[in-house]
């Protein structure tokens, strides 16, 4: 037993030194050391060793050893910080202090940051954009006065993050201070702006409550974020309704490339993912009817589904190979596939409101009493305002209606209220429809100027 408890402890402690320090030479020889200082004690080591502990007190012994250094490699690394961030606050902490840093987790956030950066750089400021993925777009097409950094994965990622020296810390990226990723010592304002016109409550519980300020598109999400604070007691952040920039691009573009060319009836697939969404309630039986239905059929999963359901999606590919019929579609930029598709059919995903608003295209969708307890919404004990956004922009789908598929495709493009829907939804989640760059790049520098002018004091 007292082996057992030695080796998990051991097991727990050099997983825990990789896990912090993302080096495996450490546990490697820190391992090593506790062999041979094991080989020492038993009198193992050619009979040359004088001490001698039966294995009962050694591995006692041992374990206690190996909480004293993890303690004192912790202490130390925390003592490390702690004097950087007090040396760093002196002389060169605010020449060195970035005005403004973005965070994008992921290369397909591009899109909701492009817009705004360009504004920001039309207008003299300099910005630091930190990405996540070492094929961002940025490094490609970066607007100017924007400077692109790649800061690795995991915790080469965490780490730059957690110790970064600014003045606003702008992210699409829920869930600070509650992970892994913690507000930096030396950044003074984060501030967050949604990757979709939806719910701003559907992201997964205290997603954005160690924020400082929001920008949203619509009243309705200021109201669920009020409610939050409240429930929670929380200090208000400071909210402002901007509308959405990346929409407004999107909108822009369409109206450059004109209708997609003429071609079959298309049927888009693109749900979003977790056991809620469309896979996760029906998993492959939906594409069974789509392919029934005879109209071609695209299938876009949601990028994270290929990480948290991989087995999933590996099945469904499988199971569903590409054909004349089928394609799977993984581009990074949604523009052409939304254009080309003349029906969605998906669940929550944001993808909904970005096809029925921008395309102005119907949707059939499936039915949104999702469990919410992973998500803010939870603690709202209210109708989502997708619950009544959704029956105007399409028709729900369930398990009844499903082999009637081909029907509800075609009776949904055919009804005419439908646009009169999109037009309300619209008005409703799109507010400042075209203005989205420019009072998002408002708001940063009214921000900034306040930010340095309190400096000053």
């Given at each position: 037993?007292?082996?057992?408890?030695?080796?998990?402890?051991?097991?727990?402690?050099?997983?825990?030194?990789?896990?912090?320090?993302?080096?495996?030479?450490?546990?490697?020889?820190?391992?090593?050391?506790?062999?041979?200082?094991?080989?020492?004690?038993?009198?193992?080591?050619?009979?040359?060793?004088?001490?001698?502990?039966?294995?009962?007190?050694?591995?006692?012994?041992?374990?206690?050893?190996?909480?004293?250094?993890?303690?004192?490699?912790?202490?130390?690394?925390?003592?490390?910080?702690?004097?950087?961030?007090?040396?760093?606050?002196?002389?060169?902490?605010?020449?060195?202090?970035?005005?403004?840093?973005?965070?994008?987790?992921?290369?397909?956030?591009?899109?909701?940051?492009?817009?705004?950066?360009?504004?920001?750089?039309?207008?003299?400021?300099?910005?630091?954009?930190?990405?996540?993925?070492?094929?961002?777009?940025?490094?490609?097409?970066?607007?100017?006065?924007?400077?692109?950094?790649?800061?690795?994965?995991?915790?080469?990622?965490y780490g730059r993050l957690n110790n970064i020296n600014a003045r606003i810390v702008l992210s699409t990226t829920p869930g600070l201070e509650v992970y892994q990723w913690k507000r930096a010592p030396k950044a003074a304002w984060?501030?967050?702006?949604?990757?979709?016109?939806?719910?701003?409550?559907?992201?997964?519980?205290?997603?954005?409550?160690?924020?400082?300020?929001?920008?949203?598109?619509?009243?309705?999400?200021?109201?669920?974020?009020?409610?939050?604070?409240?429930?929670?007691?929380?200090?208000?952040?400071?909210?402002?309704?901007?509308?959405?920039?990346?929409?407004?691009?999107?909108?822009?573009?369409?109206?450059?490339?004109?209708?997609?060319?003429?071609?079959?009836?298309?049927?888009?697939?693109?749900?979003?993912?977790?056991?809620?969404?469309?896979f996760g309630v029906y998993g492959g039986s939906i594409i069974d009817v789509l392919l029934k239905t005879g109209y071609h059929v695209i299938v876009r999963p949601h990028p994270q589904s290929f990480q948290s359901e991989k087995?999933?999606?590996?099945?469904?590919?499988?199971?569903?190979?590409q054909s004349s019929q089928l394609e799977w579609n993984r581009d990074t930029d949604n523009f052409e596939v939304l254009r080309r598709s003349d029906i969605l059919v998906s669940d929550f995903s944001g993808v909904v409101f970005?096809?029925?608003?921008?395309?102005?295209?119907?949707?059939?969708?499936?039915?949104?009493?999702?469990?919410?307890?992973?998500?803010?919404?939870?603690?709202?004990?209210?109708?989502?305002?997708?619950?009544?956004?959704?029956?105007?922009?399409?028709?729900?789908?369930?398990?009844?209606?499903?082999?009637?598929?081909?029907?509800?495709?075609?009776?949904?493009?055919?009804?005419?209220?439908?646009?009169?829907?999109?037009?309300?939804?619209?008005?409703?989640?799109?507010?400042?429809?075209?203005?989205?760059?420019?009072?998002?790049?408002?708001?940063?520098?009214?921000?900034?100027?306040?930010?340095?002018?309190?400096?000053?004091?």
């Amino acid at each position: 037993m007292l082996q057992m408890a030695y080796a998990f402890a051991a097991g727990a402690v050099l997983a825990f030194l990789y896990e912090k320090t993302g080096r495996i030479w450490i546990p490697v020889i820190l391992h090593a050391s506790l062999n041979i200082a094991a080989s020492y004690m038993r009198g193992e080591a050619s009979g040359a060793f004088l001490l001698y502990i039966d294995p009962g007190t050694g591995s006692m012994l041992f374990t206690v050893l190996i909480g004293v250094i993890s303690a004192a490699v912790y202490s130390i690394r925390v003592f490390a910080m702690k004097a950087k961030v007090k040396l760093g606050a002196r002389g060169k902490a605010d020449a060195d202090r970035e005005d403004i840093v973005v965070f994008s987790d992921n290369k397909r956030y591009w899109t909701v940051f492009e817009p705004v950066l360009k504004e920001l750089g039309n207008r003299g400021c300099r910005v630091l954009y930190l990405t996540a993925s070492e094929d961002d777009p940025a490094f490609a097409s970066s607007p100017e006065n924007v400077r692109a950094e790649y800061i690795g994965p995991a915790n080469k990622m965490y780490g730059r993050l957690n110790n970064i020296n600014a003045r606003i810390v702008l992210s699409t990226t829920p869930g600070l201070e509650v992970y892994q990723w913690k507000r930096a010592p030396k950044a003074a304002w984060y501030v967050h702006i949604p990757h979709a016109a939806s719910e701003i409550v559907l992201y997964r519980m205290f997603g954005l409550d160690y924020y400082d300020a929001v920008l949203l598109s619509g009243k309705y999400q200021e109201d669920g974020i009020r409610e939050l604070e409240e429930l929670r007691s929380l200090p208000a952040k400071e909210t402002r309704i901007i509308g959405i920039p990346y929409m407004d691009t999107m909108a822009d573009r369409l109206a450059l490339a004109g209708p997609a060319p003429a071609h079959e009836r298309t049927v888009l697939l693109a749900p979003s993912w977790g056991k809620s969404a469309l896979f996760g309630v029906y998993g492959g039986s939906i594409i069974d009817v789509l392919l029934k239905t005879g109209y071609h059929v695209i299938v876009r999963p949601h990028p994270q589904s290929f990480q948290s359901e991989k087995e999933l999606m590996d099945e469904l590919m499988s199971k569903y190979p590409q054909s004349s019929q089928l394609e799977w579609n993984r581009d990074t930029d949604n523009f052409e596939v939304l254009r080309r598709s003349d029906i969605l059919v998906s669940d929550f995903s944001g993808v909904v409101f970005e096809f029925s608003l921008i395309y102005d295209k119907p949707v059939i969708y499936t039915d949104p009493d999702i469990d919410l307890s992973p998500y803010d919404a939870w603690w709202l004990k209210k109708p989502l305002w997708t619950a009544s956004a959704l029956p105007r922009l399409g028709v729900r789908l369930t398990e009844d209606n499903m082999q009637d598929l081909r029907s509800l495709i075609d009776s949904c493009l055919a009804d005419p209220r439908f646009a009169e829907g999109r037009a309300e939804v619209r008005s409703e989640t799109w507010e400042h429809k075209g203005e989205g760059a420019v009072l998002a790049a408002d708001y940063l520098m009214d921000k900034l100027k306040e930010l340095k002018k309190e400096e000053q004091q």
